[in-house]
C-alpha cells in the first residue's frame, strides 16, 4: 500500500474520533509507533465522528489517515445504524450492566478484522483498539476477554502469524476509568476539544448531552477536573 | 432485516460460488436450515465468481442472497486484489505446502465476521463456511484451528454468545478431499456446472485451468469419477 510500506514501526490505530480511540492513538504515538489511522463510514447515524477523527488523525500527525466504507446498516439491529432511538438520560450507574440497543452486531470483531487485514499488507505488528470496560456502554467487544480471544485467532488466521511475526491488539485502556482516561491524553497533549463522543450528534457536530457516551463523557470530565470542551446543542440537564 | 427476520431455522451460508461453499450450501439445506447466501465484492480480479454465486443460490433456493460490497483491493497485498499475477501450473503435489501470493490478508475473517454480525441480527445460531483443508490452497484461514478460535471469539464478542445463545461456526467440509465434496454434492443434487472456482477466469467466466484452485478443482473430479462439467478458457495442458 502506497506510502506506509516502508515505515519503521508501523501500527494501525482504530480511530472512531471519540475519546478512547483519540487518546489511544495518541498513546500508539508516544510509544514510538508510525501510526496508520483506521475509521469506519458504517451507516452510523453519528456519521459527523467521522469529522472529529479526521481532525484527531491530522492533530496527531499520524501517517495516513483510511477511511473504510462498510455499508452495516444494511443489516440494521442497532439503534447506531437503524431507525431506532437512542436512549437518553439513563441512570449512569445503570450503564455498563447490561448490552443497550446502541450495541452494533460485531462491530469490533468486523473493525479488528479490517484492521488485521490492513496490518498484514503493510507488515504491522501491532492493532491498537481504544477498548475500554470500565466507564463503558456494557459492549461485549469491549472486554478484555474479547480482545485476548481476538488475539489468539488472529494469529491462527493470517500469515504474519502462522510464520512466526506475532500479531499484538493493544488495548491501553482497557482497565482505566474515563477521568484517568483524560487525564492520560491531556498529559500527552491531545486537545480533546477535537473529539466527539455523542451517539446521537446533531448535523453541526454538536453532542446531545444525554446519550450513554456523553453521560460517561461529561461524568469523565468531572471526575477528571478538567474543564468539559464539548459543545452541547442544548443546556444540560444537570 | 426485512424477509429473513422470521425464519424458523436461519443459517448464514458464505457463499463465493466455488465447490466447496456451494456444497456446504447444499450441505446446509440438506441439514433443514433456512438458508441466507452471504458473498462479496470485495475486489477480487475473478469477481465473475458472483454470478456463479448467483446462479447456485437460485438453484439452492436459498431463503435470500445478499452481495455485500468491501473494497479489500483498496489495501492490496494479494494477487487476488492487487496487479500481481497468479500462479499457473504449480505442482499439483506442492499446492497447500506454503502460503502462496493468492492469499488475501484476513479474508475469512473479514468474512466471517460480517457473517457473525448478519447472523446476530436475524437471529442466526449458526455459520457456515466451506473451509477445507485438505486439498487446499495453504491459507492459514482455512483451517480447523482457525475456525476454532473464530467460533470462541465470536461467543464473546457478541450479544448471543454472552446470553447463552451459542454461536456455531460450521465447516462440514473441512476435513474431506475434493472428490469427497464432489461426490457429496453431487449426491445431494447440486450441479457443478453453475459454479466456479478459477482464481483468473476470463469476463466470459471460463476457467484458466492454470492456477491452483483449477488443478485442485480438476484432480477433484478425476479422483471422484465424475465429469467435469468446467468452461476451460483454453484446452487443458494435461
Given at each position: 500500500m502506497a506510502n506506509v510500506d516502508k515505515l519503521k514501526k508501523p501500527a494501525v490505530v482504530l480511530l472512531s474520533g471519540g475519546i478512547d480511540s483519540s487518546t489511544t492513538l495518541a498513546v500508539a504515538i508516544d510509544r514510538g509507533f508510525d501510526t496508520i489511522a483506521l475509521s469506519f463510514d458504517?451507516?452510523?447515524?453519528?456519521?459527523?465522528?467521522l469529522e472529529a477523527a479526521r481532525r484527531v488523525a491530522e492533530s496527531q500527525k499520524v501517517k495516513r489517515h483510511i477511511v473504510f466504507p462498510l455499508n452495516l446498516a444494511a443489516f440494521g439491529g442497532s439503534a447506531l445504524t437503524a431507525d431506532i432511538s437512542v436512549p437518553k438520560h439513563r441512570d449512569p450507574d445503570r450503564i455498563g450492566h447490561n448490552i443497550p440497543i446502541t450495541y452494533v452486531p460485531a462491530r469490533n470483531t468486523i473493525f479488528l478484522s479490517i484492521a488485521l487485514a490492513l496490518a498484514e499488507v503493510i507488515g504491522a505488528a501491532t492493532i491498537f483498539i481504544g477498548a475500554n470496560a470500565v466507564d463503558y456502554s456494557g459492549y461485549p467487544d469491549c472486554r478484555p476477554e474479547f480482545i485476548d480471544a481476538f488475539e489468539t485467532m488472529a494469529n491462527l488466521a493470517t500469515r504474519s502469524g502462522v510464520e512466526g511475526r506475532k500479531i499484538t491488539v493493544a488495548?491501553?485502556?482497557?482497565?482505566?476509568?474515563k477521568a484517568e482516561i483524560i487525564k492520560l491524553g491531556t498529559r500527552l497533549?491531545?486537545?480533546?476539544?477535537?473529539?466527539l463522543s455523542c451517539y446521537d450528534p446533531d448535523a453541526d457536530g454538536?453532542?446531545?448531552?444525554?446519550c450513554d457516551s456523553c453521560l460517561l463523557r461529561r461524568k469523565g470530565f468531572l471526575e477528571a477536573g478538567i474543564l468539559d470542551p464539548t459543545r452541547y446543542a442544548a443546556a444540560p440537564l444537570v
Open positions: 458504517y451507516g452510523q447515524r453519528h456519521r459527523v465522528e488495548a491501553p485502556l482497557i482497565d482505566q476509568s497533549g491531545l486537545d480533546y476539544s477535537l473529539t454538536r453532542a446531545c448531552g444525554g
